[in-house]
């Protein structure tokens, strides 16, 4: 069993736009959860989406993914909604595209955004 723990996006001080955390390689998971948490906010209000993709790119994603897709179905909710300090969590079952991002939009305020992938599947 391969077990994959990342840190998608580390201490992104969000205070205007989106952001994209970096993309993460799935092809060998049946399962992974993503977290994301919100700290030291100030009046702080964005929503973030989980996506995926299905192109080959480069070996780290740097390059070559551009055929990003919201995923609808990734857990109870689609999209997050951030507000005050604290963690939220996807957990998906059966996904079987290669890669996924997460992508904060802000609203409103300041925050720190930490956002954690964890993956379980064969070598």
């Known amino acids: 069993m391969r077990v994959v723990n990342a840190l998608i996006l580390d201490g992104y001080a969000q205070s205007s736009g989106s952001v ?6 799935i092809g060998h998971f049946t399962g992974y959860s ?11 209000g ?14 780290d994603g ?31 079952d059966g996904s079987y595209y290669k890669w996924i991002r997460v ?3 802000w609203s409103a305020g300041s925050a720190t955004l930490n956002i954690r992938a964890n993956g379980k599947g064969s070598q």
Do not use: F, H, I
């Open 34 to 44: 993503v977290s994301v948490t919100v700290s030291a906010q100030s009046s702080y």
């Open 62 to 92: 740097s390059s070559g993914l551009s055929n990003w897709v919201d995923l609808p179905n990734s857990g109870a909710t689609a999209n997050l909604t951030l507000a005050s300090d604290g963690t939220q969590l996807w957990n998906v």
């Open 46 to 59: 964005a929503t973030a989406k989980l996506q995926a993709c299905n192109d080959s790119g480069n070996s």
């Open 103 to 105: 992508v904060s939009t």
């Open 20 to 25: 994209d955390s970096s993309p993460l390689w």
